[in-house]
């Protein structure tokens, strides 16, 4: 079975630093999806970026990009300008075939 | 993106009752929904994908007949919780996935008390 870790239980940011949150995954697929999702205190899940497993180019969405390292497994998400907004659970997930899986989860806390 | 609603948003019932919950997709129709468990501070855990039309899949260790799944249209799939107990007390999400862009669409979430 796939497995997503996420090796940061919490993390902490000063505002408008940046910061990185880690994910690694295992999977003996060579095509699959991978998202990054915020879940603020409401627990609405929010997607924050997607990556295709087949391209190479590293996603980016504003503030938002990733460093997709495919041979090593990992996934992980900076997030530059860090805003108090930006405070949140944030999972990571895998996607193949009909298969969604998450991490257990980093709460990001952003210090004024 | 699209749109999946959930009902209610917060129940709260008495030990041995059963509650239903239901999950709508608002702006596409799904012939898959996906119903996740999240214990506080906790991830998501993939209970059983809802398919329209035929039985649902659950997942190891999630009983079929207490979580009675059911998708009877292209828009509505319904979770209900039988005998409830208060360990089933819980966050249940339901999603969609749209299979252009294999995005997935979260409800808002409902909270289960029970009592």
């Known amino acids: 079975a796939q497995t997503v870790t996420q090796s940061q239980p919490e993390m902490s940011v000063q505002e408008a630093e940046t910061v990185t949150l880690s994910c690694t995954y295992d999977t003996s697929e060579s095509d699959y999806y991978l998202f990054w999702y915020k879940q603020p205190p409401s627990r609405q899940m929010i997607l924050v970026i997607r990556?295709?497993?087949?391209?190479?180019q590293n996603a980016t969405e504003n503030r938002f990009s990733v460093n997709f390292q495919k041979a090593a497994k990992s996934f992980s998400l900076k997030i530059s300008d860090s805003q108090l907004g930006d405070a949140a659970m944030y999972f990571c997930a895998y996607l193949n075939n009909n298969d969604m899986r998450f991490g257990a989860g980093t709460r990001l806390t952003v210090k004024p | 993106g699209a749109v999946v609603s959930q009902h209610p948003s917060w129940v709260i019932c008495k030990s041995g009752t059963s509650v239903k919950i239901e999950c709508r997709s608002l702006d596409f129709q799904a012939t898959t929904m996906f119903w996740y468990r999240q214990f506080p501070k906790q991830s998501l855990m993939l209970m059983a994908t809802?398919?329209?039309?035929?039985?649902?899949?659950?997942e190891q260790g999630v009983e079929k007949d207490k979580f009675l799944i059911n998708h009877a249209s292209l828009t509505l799939s319904t979770l209900t919780v039988t005998s409830a107990h208060p360990e089933d007390s819980s966050f249940y999400i339901c999603s969609t996935r749209s299979g252009r862009s294999n995005e997935q669409y979260f409800g808002p979430g409902t909270r289960l008390t029970v009592t």
């Open positions: 809802s398919n329209e039309g035929s039985k649902a899949t659950y």
């Open positions: 990556q295709e497993a087949y391209k190479q």
